[in-house]
């Protein structure tokens, strides 16, 4: 071995080496996210400025781009402001944001069906039955009526 061997020191992590960061898609958006798209997405429709906006709900300009960018978690008394000036009460805001966090990111799979064996009636009388599981597209706060 020669000497420079021997000197070397033997390097141990503390921590093990970082992951990449999973894009936003595809992790659980987080709240503030999705409330500043909901604010830009409206503000945009209407075809308003950043400035007019901040002015009519009475916060700063750099304050609503950040709220926007998902960049600041802001208070409800801001959100309120934030909502009151695009027109919205701060229950629309937040009806706006629920729609966006329970949309499907991509369409439902198709439900297959399912055979199942029956043992509580002899395999001679019926040999297997198919059970259809409900759908799994129905979001809370869906109202379906029975016929």
Known sequence: M???ETNRARVVPLRPAAAPAPDRAAREPLWRHVVGDVLRRERLA???????VADAARISVPYLSELERGRKEASSEVLAAAARALGYGLADLLALTHRELVRPA?????VRSTTVRSTTVPSSTVRSATVRPVSRTAFPGDVRLAA
């Open 2 to 4: 020669s000497s420079d």
């Open 46 to 52: 209407q075809e308003r400025t950043l400035k007019d």
């Open 106 to 110: 991509r369409p439902p799979r198709p």
